[in-house]
């Protein structure tokens, strides 16, 4: 993937303009992880782009940002610019392409995401992002508070970084952080669950909680419950979620929220009980079990041993207790079903068609 960026960092040069790869990618190829996210910056405009590669594209000209593929892989390439003014501490009014790539470097949120490559893999730091990445530092460019009002989202980058990068925020910025911490509460809940995201997949979330929580970004956040997390072995996304309760506020498909509301039913239960497991499956209570730092194992060795999965497990179908009791369609079907599921999970019923036409022979014949 470099090298096909590199090469396309040619191109535009050989056409006289500047460019580099920038940010993310420099920093994780200093640092020596895997990347595979390639951002571009250069002095040409998005004309100027369009007219070098066939195989591009102008999603949002304001933007000043073009697309472009090379052998299947997507590239940004953002020309130089600079931001004028913010709207809603989240958006620049106007931008403003400039020839100049330090300003344009200027413009951008922490040290550690300035750096840039040339076309010969050469490191490019303008900014003493190399300096803050040896010193497991993150700062902003310039200072933080006006970065933080600019652009409010700033703050759980900030967070995000030093708990997925396991760095420690500067003096100043956690001073301003705490001091401009309000802004978060115009920020949309859409953005924040983004940010939020990719916290508490890190395998050192515990670090961005604790961050969170020492800056008293949870009740700006409107996640009251964020100790809880804490207190609890909760490592999974959806478990954590889980704890904190906010599907009301916060985003989330029907798919979560139908998890999150389960796993918050079967947290007050015992995870080993059959029934609760033929219910409400092995997930949502492998996830109840994860939280209370219950025995996961158990659990699914209780599963995988359960007579039955599914009501389309029972040995009988609907026609034959119909035969049986010579009745026709009713409720009576559904209340037959549900006592089938009880006894044979309780293993007081074998799951087979004999045994359970016996057993309906018995408790439902006139």
Same mark, same amino acid.
């Given at each position: 993937?470099?090298d096909?960026a590199?090469k396309?960092?040619k191109?535009?040069?050989s056409?006289s303009?500047?460019?580099?790869?920038?940010?993310?990618?420099?920093?994780?190829?200093i #640092?020596g !992880?895997?990347?595979?996210?390639?951002?571009?910056?250069?002095?040409?405009?998005?004309?100027?782009?369009l007219e070098?590669?066939?195989?591009?594209?102008?999603?949002n000209?304001?933007?000043?940002?073009?697309? +472009?593929i090379?052998?299947?892989?997507?590239?940004e390439i953002?020309?130089? /610019?600079?931001?004028?003014?913010?709207?809603?501490?989240r958006?620049? +009014?106007?931008?403003?392409?400039?020839?100049?790539l330090?300003?344009?470097?200027l413009?951008?949120d922490?040290?550690?995401?300035?750096?840039?490559m040339?076309?010969?893999?050469n490191?490019?730091?303008?900014l003493?992002?190399?300096?803050?990445?040896?010193?497991k530092?993150i700062?902003? !460019?310039?200072n933080p508070? $006006?970065?933080?009002?600019?652009? %409010?989202?700033?703050?759980?980058?900030?967070?995000r970084f030093a708990?997925? *990068?396991?760095? @420690?925020? $500067?003096e100043?910025? *956690?001073?301003?952080?705490k001091?401009?911490?309000y802004? *978060?509460?115009?920020?949309s809940?859409?953005?924040k669950?983004?940010?939020?995201d990719?916290?508490?997949?890190?395998?050192?979330?515990?670090?961005g909680?604790?961050?969170l *929580?020492?800056?008293?970004l $949870?009740?700006?956040l409107?996640?009251?419950?964020?100790?809880? +997390?804490l207190? @609890?072995?909760?490592?999974?996304?959806i478990?954590?979620?889980?704890?904190?309760?906010?599907s009301d506020?916060y985003?989330?498909?029907?798919?979560?929220?139908?998890l999150?509301?389960e796993?918050?039913? !079967?947290?007050? #239960?015992n995870?080993?009980d059959?029934i609760i497991?033929?219910k409400?499956?092995?997930?949502v209570n492998?996830?109840?079990?994860?939280?209370?730092n219950g025995d996961?194992?158990?659990?699914?060795?209780v599963?995988? %041993?359960?007579?039955?999965?599914?009501?389309?497990?029972?040995?009988i179908? %609907?026609?034959?207790?119909?035969?049986?009791?010579? /009745?026709?369609?009713?409720?009576?079907l559904?209340e037959?079903?549900?006592?089938?599921?009880?006894?044979?999970?309780?293993?007081r019923l074998?799951n087979n068609?004999?045994d359970?036409?016996k057993?309906i !022979?018995?408790?439902? %014949?006139?």
């Amino acid at each position: 993937m470099l090298d096909v960026a590199l090469k396309l960092l040619k191109e535009i040069t050989s056409n006289s303009h500047e460019a580099y790869i920038v940010g993310g990618f420099v920093r994780d190829y200093i #640092l020596g !992880v895997e990347s595979n996210d390639i951002d571009i910056t250069t002095n040409a405009t998005p004309k100027e782009i369009l007219e070098i590669f066939e195989e591009s594209c102008l999603p949002n000209e304001d933007y000043g940002s073009v697309t +472009v593929i090379k052998k299947g892989i997507r590239f940004e390439i953002t020309t130089f /610019r600079k931001e004028i003014e913010y709207v809603n501490n989240r958006k620049p +009014v106007e931008i403003k392409y400039i020839d100049d790539l330090r300003e344009d470097l200027l413009r951008r949120d922490f040290t550690i995401n300035t750096l840039c490559m040339d076309e010969n893999a050469n490191i490019i730091d303008l900014l003493g992002g190399q300096e803050d990445i040896n010193a497991k530092l993150i700062k902003t !460019v310039g200072n933080p508070s $006006d970065k933080f009002n600019e652009d %409010s989202l700033r703050i759980l980058r900030a967070i995000r970084f030093a708990t997925i *990068l396991d760095f @420690s925020l $500067d003096e100043e910025v *956690l001073i301003a952080i705490k001091n401009c911490k309000y802004l *978060l509460r115009n920020l949309s809940y859409y953005r924040k669950k983004e940010e939020l995201d990719k916290i508490f997949t890190s395998p050192n979330y515990k670090k961005g909680i604790r961050l969170l *929580l020492d800056l008293g970004l $949870d009740a700006d956040l409107d996640i009251p419950n964020l100790g809880r +997390v804490l207190d @609890s072995g909760a490592r999974s996304l959806i478990g954590i979620w889980s704890l904190l309760n906010v599907s009301d506020k916060y985003p989330f498909n029907k798919n979560e929220y139908s998890l999150i509301k389960e796993i918050n039913t !079967v947290l007050s #239960l015992n995870n080993l009980d059959p029934i609760i497991l033929y219910k409400y499956g092995l997930y949502v209570n492998s996830v109840a079990a994860e939280i209370k730092n219950g025995d996961i194992k158990k659990i699914t060795e209780v599963y995988d %041993s359960l007579a039955i999965k599914s009501r389309r497990d029972i040995d009988i179908d %609907s026609e034959i207790i119909m035969r049986i009791l010579n /009745r026709p369609p009713g409720r009576y079907l559904k209340e037959i079903y549900d006592d089938l599921e009880k006894e044979i999970l309780q293993c007081r019923l074998i799951n087979n068609r004999s045994d359970i036409c016996k057993y309906i !022979v018995d408790n439902y %014949s006139d």
